[in-house]
């Protein structure tokens, strides 16, 4: 399974803020739009990320005050990224390498979307569950007459 796979059954719908915005206005969309990133773009390309852990990270830094602080001085600006093509094992092993909950996805300099641990976690446990009816549909429908040749054989 690749990127490619959960984004189109995800959607495509992005939040991005810049690097110059008030940390203030980023807290104020990710809470609005209950979600737990932004992309940073400045001038069409990524310059980095800007999840709950760089805003916590960020407001015990600065004393418990978000003030006048701006989105650069929180986000990560080096951000893991993949592609459309990555594989999900690939993602996985990278998310848990640098306990990355978001991912940005690109092609090339172009944001595709943002995947989540949480959509890579449902993509797998989806897969399984297909993968298990699959079983359970074969085992069920195994011919009868395999078990009468096998029974006759022992």
Known sequence: MKVSDILRVKGGTLFTVSPDEPLARAIDVMADKDIGSLVVMDHGDLVGMLTFREVIQCVV???HVVGNTTVRAA???APLTCTMETELDEVRRMMLE??????PVMDRRMLMGVISFYDVAKAVVDS?????????AYIRDWPAEDDAQQSAAG
């Open 61 to 63: 830094r600065n004393g």
């Open 75 to 77: 986000m990560d600006d």
């Open 98 to 103: 640098r306990h990355a909950r978001y991912m």
């Open 128 to 136: 399984q569950n297909f993968e298990n009816k699959m079983l359970k």
